[in-house]
């Protein structure tokens, strides 16, 4: 059975990380003897030319899409363009945006076959064994699909993925070369679950309310895998990953055990942390966690669930500055309650953290399918504006509430980013007056670097250009990147030098290699590690 699953296109200034979810279905699958290909359209440029060559050349016997809902529209692109090369191939998607409206999907969507609830680790071996045999679709918990009679829907499964017996993410399969050479961090996972019951995330519903733990010692194992590929940082992607002092403690202890020197992030609660777990995880590599925290008003901390107190915020961040950790907290603007004077309660607090030692930064929020703050949106005082899946990416106003309008949210999450860009305006001055600390200096350099290399993906500069005849088969490779840069550079908004510097970087990290052969030069991103 050959199995092709597809991570649709999510936008950079998103900071993606290889398709993690994607990973572990390919290597059930592959655990289950079935031939896998996983096709990236996050690293790779989008056509119905490139669906239709993979599906000629790979042939598949089925094909499975992940979506989030800001990732839904192109996901949805992907359906259609599908079924328009491949009339009978069965078409499957899968992901928090469709598993919290699957039928609503269906139906908005004919091209589309079923769709996967929830956890699919499992389901996806099952969907691959009944369309090897009888295609028995109602024997597979978890799904919802499409037959003669209409649309159908199983039992949602009763029982939580077993994470400890799960195999490691088949990364093999992701072209983890081109994040790599977009400074992009890889992510892992060292449980599932969260009891938590905040009313703008599907987090629950997806993975359950129990947490289940991995054992440390593959946890670390897989740590050790990532470090060997060269990324900077690994980013442990648990929803909360100090839920469980044993588990997080147990994870450091063996990263310490081993000598390992190696950076990583996590997310966590402002109740679930104390200086000492901290300073543990310091001590193991850990040199950043993120705290949702979402407002500074009481009350809307209580309409949303959140069950912290800000006083507990400042007890994380002080405690994260004593061990050395850096905190970054999060917020949510549009909230139900939301007014001007609530959003200044935030930035004053936010400024308060800040000088503290913690980063902050807004978003906006986006009541996703789901979401108990999106089906209780008028009782709650929210008003959405949309239903435009590709809006809800935090980034813009897509709600109201009573007195606080979009306009407003969006001044004041655009005067933040305005804030930034002028902080990398400053360092670029600094750089050119040679008076930049080096870590200011790395920030702005790292961050074109990675428009750069991306722009040269999107584009396929290096497959349509990074092919030319040579003199010599001892050519210098410093000026063959010299001359590549040269061809290229008009794809982006560089000049040859910083191009060059650029396509240097993704070199020395070994996502870029040159071979010279019958007197022709050919350069190309590795891909697969």
């Given at each position: 059975m050959k199995c092709l699953l597809i991570n649709p296109f999510y936008p950079i200034s998103e900071t993606p990380s290889p398709p993690l979810g994607l990973a572990y279905l390919a290597a059930e699958l592959e655990r289950a003897g079935e031939e896998v290909l996983l096709v990236d359209f996050v690293v790779f440029p989008y056509s119905r030319a490139a669906i239709e060559e993979t599906v000629k050349t790979f042939a598949p016997d089925f094909v499975g899409i992940t979506a989030v809902t800001m990732t839904f529209d192109h996901a949805a692109e992907i359906v259609r363009d599908l079924r328009a090369?491949?009339?009978?191939?069965?078409?499957?998607?899968?992901?928090?945006?469709?598993?919290?409206?699957?039928?609503?999907?269906?139906?908005?969507?004919?091209?589309?076959d079923m769709v996967v609830v929830g956890e699919g680790d499992d389901t996806v071996v099952r969907?691959?064994?009944?369309?090897?045999?009888?295609?028995?679709?109602?024997?597979?918990?978890?799904?919802?699909?499409?037959?003669?009679?209409?649309?159908?829907?199983?039992?949602?499964?009763?029982?939580?993925?077993?994470?400890?017996?799960?195999?490691l993410p088949a990364r093999h399969l992701v072209p983890l070369g081109r994040y790599r050479a977009l400074n992009m961090p890889v992510s892992m996972t060292t449980s599932r679950g969260c009891p938590f019951k905040c009313i703008f995330c599907v987090g629950r519903k997806m993975v359950g309310a129990k947490v289940r733990y991995r054992d440390p010692v593959s946890v670390v194992d897989e740590m050790e895998y990532l470090k060997s590929l060269s990324f900077s940082q690994v980013n442990i992607a648990d929803d909360l990953f100090t839920a469980s002092r044993p588990h997080c403690f147990g994870v450091c202890d063996e990263i310490l055990r081993r000598g390992m020197n190696i950076q990583w992030s996590s997310f966590a609660r402002v109740d679930l942390v104390s200086y000492d777990l901290l300073k543990k995880m310091r001590e193991a590599g850990c040199v950043a966690v993120s705290f949702g925290v979402e407002t500074a008003n009481p009350e809307i901390l209580k309409t949303i669930k959140k069950g912290i107190t800000l006083e507990q915020v400042e007890a994380a961040v002080k405690a994260c500055a004593d061990a050395g950790v850096l905190p970054h907290v999060s917020f949510i603007l549009g909230l139900p309650g939301e007014t001007p004077d609530t959003i200044e309660e935030t930035r004053t607090f936010g400024e308060k953290i800040k000088a503290m030692g913690?980063?902050?930064?807004?978003?906006?929020?986006?009541?996703?399918?789901?979401?108990?703050?999106?089906?209780?949106?008028?009782?709650?005082?929210?008003?959405?504006?949309?239903?435009?899946?590709?809006?809800?990416?935090?980034?813009?106003?897509?709600?109201?509430?009573?007195?606080?309008?979009?306009?407003?949210?969006?001044?004041?999450?655009?005067?933040?980013?305005?804030?930034?860009?002028?902080?990398?305006?400053?360092?670029?001055?600094?750089?050119?007056?040679?008076?930049?600390?080096?870590?200011?200096?790395?920030?702005?350099?790292?961050?074109?670097?990675?428009?750069?290399?991306?722009?040269?993906?999107?584009?396929?500069?290096?497959?349509?250009?990074?092919?030319?005849?040579v003199e010599s088969a001892g050519a210098d490779t410093d000026a063959l990147l010299t001359d590549l840069a040269g061809r290229v550079c008009d794809d982006t908004d560089y000049g040859v030098a910083r191009v060059t510097q650029a396509l240097k970087w993704a070199m020395d990290k070994g996502s870029l290699a040159c071979a010279v052969e019958n007197g022709r030069v050919t350069w190309g991103w590795k891909d697969y590690l």
């Amino acid at each position: 059975m050959k199995c092709l699953l597809i991570n649709p296109f999510y936008p950079i200034s998103e900071t993606p990380s290889p398709p993690l979810g994607l990973a572990y279905l390919a290597a059930e699958l592959e655990r289950a003897g079935e031939e896998v290909l996983l096709v990236d359209f996050v690293v790779f440029p989008y056509s119905r030319a490139a669906i239709e060559e993979t599906v000629k050349t790979f042939a598949p016997d089925f094909v499975g899409i992940t979506a989030v809902t800001m990732t839904f529209d192109h996901a949805a692109e992907i359906v259609r363009d599908l079924r328009a090369v491949a009339p009978k191939l069965l078409i499957v998607m899968g992901g928090p945006h469709v598993s919290m409206c699957a039928r609503e999907t269906l139906d908005a969507l004919p091209e589309l076959d079923m769709v996967v609830v929830g956890e699919g680790d499992d389901t996806v071996v099952r969907i691959a064994e009944e369309l090897a045999g009888d295609r028995r679709w109602e024997t597979i918990d978890g799904i919802v699909y499409r037959d003669k009679t209409g649309i159908c829907s199983t039992p949602v499964r009763e029982y939580a993925v077993d994470v400890k017996a799960l195999p490691l993410p088949a990364r093999h399969l992701v072209p983890l070369g081109r994040y790599r050479a977009l400074n992009m961090p890889v992510s892992m996972t060292t449980s599932r679950g969260c009891p938590f019951k905040c009313i703008f995330c599907v987090g629950r519903k997806m993975v359950g309310a129990k947490v289940r733990y991995r054992d440390p010692v593959s946890v670390v194992d897989e740590m050790e895998y990532l470090k060997s590929l060269s990324f900077s940082q690994v980013n442990i992607a648990d929803d909360l990953f100090t839920a469980s002092r044993p588990h997080c403690f147990g994870v450091c202890d063996e990263i310490l055990r081993r000598g390992m020197n190696i950076q990583w992030s996590s997310f966590a609660r402002v109740d679930l942390v104390s200086y000492d777990l901290l300073k543990k995880m310091r001590e193991a590599g850990c040199v950043a966690v993120s705290f949702g925290v979402e407002t500074a008003n009481p009350e809307i901390l209580k309409t949303i669930k959140k069950g912290i107190t800000l006083e507990q915020v400042e007890a994380a961040v002080k405690a994260c500055a004593d061990a050395g950790v850096l905190p970054h907290v999060s917020f949510i603007l549009g909230l139900p309650g939301e007014t001007p004077d609530t959003i200044e309660e935030t930035r004053t607090f936010g400024e308060k953290i800040k000088a503290m030692g913690a980063s902050y930064g807004f978003h906006l929020l986006a009541p996703f399918p789901g979401t108990e703050i999106r089906d209780r949106a008028a009782e709650l005082g929210i008003r959405i504006l949309t239903d435009d899946w590709r809006d809800y990416h935090a980034n813009k106003a897509i709600v109201e509430t009573e007195k606080a309008n979009a306009a407003m949210m969006d001044r004041v999450a655009g005067q933040w980013k305005d804030e930034f860009d002028e902080y990398l305006g400053d360092v670029k001055r600094k750089m050119d007056e040679n008076i930049a600390t080096e870590e200011e200096a790395w920030q702005l350099i790292s961050l074109e670097n990675t428009v750069i290399n991306y722009d040269l993906m999107m584009k396929s500069s290096l497959e349509t250009k990074g092919t030319w005849s040579v003199e010599s088969a001892g050519a210098d490779t410093d000026a063959l990147l010299t001359d590549l840069a040269g061809r290229v550079c008009d794809d982006t908004d560089y000049g040859v030098a910083r191009v060059t510097q650029a396509l240097k970087w993704a070199m020395d990290k070994g996502s870029l290699a040159c071979a010279v052969e019958n007197g022709r030069v050919t350069w190309g991103w590795k891909d697969y590690l």
